[in-house]
Each structure stands twice: as structure tokens, then as C-alpha cells.
């Protein structure tokens, strides 16, 4: 079996979906739930109908289009991403493995392959945090990292809850219905753009993902004292920022002296209270990102920032809060799929390198159901969020073709 893609379609459709946006292109805004969502939700349908696809819809949004295989008592075989964009964003994270698993799952059926497995390609709900405020909200919930109860008192930055938001927009139902039972796929495999530069770098077409970083979202909150710029005394002062700014560098020097390149760690939020030039800051808030393939040294990272904070309040008189977001585990991926993916680029004379994803996915959560790995391509400088993303035509259908040729061994 050759399977051919077909790259002017997946080129055009993918032109016609970043034109559901709030703004004009090139940058695509696409909120969870907004107009322009439910637009391209609704687009999306019609694509999946004309290929033959059952259509469902669970109670948050997540989006199921199954090709029927011959045995419907075996799992399936899991594809997809997401399509909700970031304000001011780009136009192919996410919507590529959702438009490039439709097409993989078109190109089997044009190559008269026949599967046992059951193929599903699944756009998930709110991969971005823009809305609510967390991540891969869908697949959280997909696969029960993320309850019921927490998800339904989630608000938007106007004061609405998920579960009004969801009602508005078409999907009612029972959250708690949304969790896939243990074994509903036998695999997950998500195609996508590298949001880094590695595979453009070494001029290689293809990453098969081999793991997959997760992060530690914090919040730090400094206490100190304000008062006048000129009045108080350098040995008097009880700066909020000064504290925050040693607690920023130990952080930072922490991620640098793990002997590993995986371990990451970004300040992202500085908030200063009460933001006068001339007053001392009495209130920092930072807004901390950890990450690593390797949760036991994430987790040292964080046992660091721990220890600076407690130093940092003894030696300046400051009080120091920790909030923890999230703390999401890393994943490996499953090495029966990286073998697949590589025997696949095997096949069509494609080189690739196995590699580690630290950007984190909805691939992430749906490893803790079944096993799964994920594609990926190259995307110019390793762009993305930005309305300047770009990954080619070519680029895009070797991926897809690597995808459909994953699937198919795997649904076979």
C-alpha cells in the first residue's frame, strides 16, 4: 500500500480554517467557545461528514469523527488536536493534526486499506489556557486528571463559569460523562508543529516524539513594606521586589545546574504593587513555569524555590506565599508507536530523530489512558503563537503522510 496525500486540499483547508478569526489575518484569534469557534466547529463537521465519518460530541466540547473499522469490540486507534488559538496567534499549532489526521484518515480511504481498529480523529476543547485559565481542559477531562467538580467552577475573565459558558454555546450534558474508559483506544497519535527550531536546525523532515515535558505552574507572591522612595533607608527597607528578583535568579540558577538540557524554568508574570516609580514596591506577585521530562528533578527545582523563598524572607524581613496551579506529570511515549512512526518514515525514505517534546500537549493527558506518541514537523525558526507560524505544504503532508501510515499499521 503507497498512500498519496493530497496537499493542495489540506493547504486550502487549512487557509479555510484560519479564516475564523477575530482578527485579521495573518494572525488567527480563535477563543474557546466564541463565534468564530463555533463557525469553525461547524466547517469541521461538514468535512468530517463528507468523508464518511460517525460525528459525536461530548459534554465539553471534544469533538469525535470515527472511521468504523471491521471489529468495533477492539479500542480504536486515537488522532487529532485541537483547533482554539491564542489571541494574536498563528495558523497551524493544532490545526494541523487535526486537518492532517482528517486527511491521513482520507488517504487510507482512498488506498482501499480496510481497518480493524476503529480510526477516531479527535479535536480537543481548549487546548490553549486563554479562556479558563488551564490548558488541555478537554483532555483533562478525557482522561480524569481534572474532576467534575473543579472544571464546572472554572471562570473566564468576564465572571462566566464553564458551565454557563458550555450551555450557551451548544453542549449541555453531565460533565462527568466525558471521562473515555480504560482501553476506548488502544493508541493516540498527535501530529504537529515542533514550536521549536531542532528539525529545521538539522534539515530533518520528520521528530518522533519520545517523551514529553511536563509543567509546574506557580504562583509567588512577596509581601514586603512600601514607602517613599526617598525617605526610607537602604538598611531599613523591606523591598518586595528586590526579594523577588533574588528569588527569580535562584530559580533560574537552579534550572541551569541540573546537568540536564530538559530542565527548563521561566518567570512569565511580574506584577508590582503599587507600580510608582517613586514608591517601593510593598506586593510582587511572579508567575512561575517549571518543567522537565524528569519529574523528580522538576521537582527539585521546585524544592530550591522553596528554599530561597525561606531565605529570602529571614535576610530581608519579607513574607512569602506559594501557589501551586498545576503539577502535571511527564509522560514517556509508547515505543511500539515511536517504532511504528519510524518504520513509517523508513518506508517513504524520510529521515527523522527521535526527540523529546517540551512543549506539553494534549498527547500529555491522553497518555494516561493509552499509550501514545506524537509527530513532529519542522516550522520556520521554530516559531509559534505568533501570526508569523509558517510550516510548508510539504512539510505539513510529510507529516500526514507519516501519520496515515502510523495509523494504518497501528489499526491493522
Not at 481548549?126 to 479558563?132: A, G, I, L, M
Request: proline share 5%; glycine share 8%.
Amino acid at each position: 500500500m503507497t498512500l498519496k496525500i493530497d496537499t493542495a486540499r489540506l493547504t486550502d483547508e487549512l487557509q479555510v480554517l484560519a479564516a475564523f478569526s477575530d482578527v485579521p489575518s495573518p494572525a488567527v484569534t480563535r477563543v474557546v467557545f466564541s463565534d468564530q469557534d463555533l463557525r469553525a466547529r461547524a466547517w469541521l463537521r461538514s468535512l468530517y461528514s463528507e468523508a464518511g465519518l460517525d460525528v459525536r460530541e461530548d459534554a465539553v466540547g471534544n469533538t469525535f469523527a470515527r472511521w468504523q473499522g471491521s471489529d468495533p469490540s477492539l479500542g480504536a486507534v486515537g488522532t487529532g488536536s485541537h483547533t482554539d488559538a491564542i489571541p494574536h496567534s498563528g495558523m497551524y499549532d493544532g490545526t494541523v493534526g487535526v486537518l492532517g489526521g482528517l486527511e491521513a484518515i482520507r488517504a487510507l480511504q482512498r488506498s482501499g486499506f480496510q481497518p480493524r481498529r476503529s480510526i477516531e480523529l479527535l479535536m480537543f476543547t481548549s487546548e490553549e489556557p486563554t479562556r479558563f485559565g488551564i490548558g488541555c481542559l478537554g483532555s483533562r477531562l478525557l482522561c480524569g486528571s481534572l474532576s467534575p467538580e473543579s472544571a464546572a467552577i472554572l471562570k473566564d475573565s468576564e465572571g462566566m463559569s464553564l458551565e454557563e459558558v458550555r450551555a450557551a454555546a451548544g453542549f449541555p450534558g453531565q460533565l462527568d460523562s466525558v471521562a473515555l474508559k480504560l482501553g476506548y483506544y488502544s493508541a493516540f497519535v498527535e501530529l504537529h508543529i515542533e514550536q521549536g527550531p531542532l528539525l529545521e536546525r538539522r534539515e530533518v523532515p520528520i521528530g518522533v516524539v519520545t517523551a514529553i515535558a511536563a509543567p509546574a505552574s506557580m504562583m509567588v507572591t512577596v509581601h514586603g513594606e512600601g514607602g517613599h522612595a526617598g525617605a526610607v533607608l537602604m538598611p531599613y527597607r523591606k523591598d518586595a521586589l528586590m526579594a523577588a528578583a533574588e528569588i527569580s535568579l535562584a530559580v533560574e540558577a537552579a534550572a541551569r545546574t541540573t546537568g540536564a538540557i530538559d530542565s527548563v524554568a521561566t518567570i512569565g508574570l511580574c506584577d508590582v504593587f503599587p507600580g510608582a516609580i517613586n514608591s517601593i514596591p510593598s506586593r510582587v506577585r511572579l508567575g512561575l513555569d517549571i518543567r522537565d521530562i524528569d519529574a523528580d528533578r522538576r521537582d527539585r527545582i521546585i524544592a530550591d524555590l522553596e528554599r530561597s523563598c525561606r531565605d529570602v524572607e529571614t535576610r530581608r524581613g519579607v513574607r512569602t506565599e506559594i501557589q501551586t496551579i498545576n503539577r502535571d506529570l511527564p509522560a514517556t511515549c509508547d515505543p511500539t508507536i515511536v517504532s511504528a512512526a519510524g518504520a513509517a518514515c523508513d518506508k517513504y525514505g524520510l529521515s527523522y530523530d527521535r526527540m523529546v517534546s517540551r512543549a506539553y500537549h494534549d498527547s500529555l493527558f491522553m497518555s494516561r489512558i493509552c499509550p501514545t506518541a506524537m509527530v513532529f514537523i519542522p516550522c520556520r525558526a521554530g516559531v509559534s503563537h505568533r501570526p508569523d507560524e509558517y510550516s510548508t505544504p510539504e512539510a505539513i503532508a510529510q507529516g500526514t503522510l507519516v501519520l496515515a501510515e502510523t495509523l494504518a499499521a497501528l489499526a491493522a
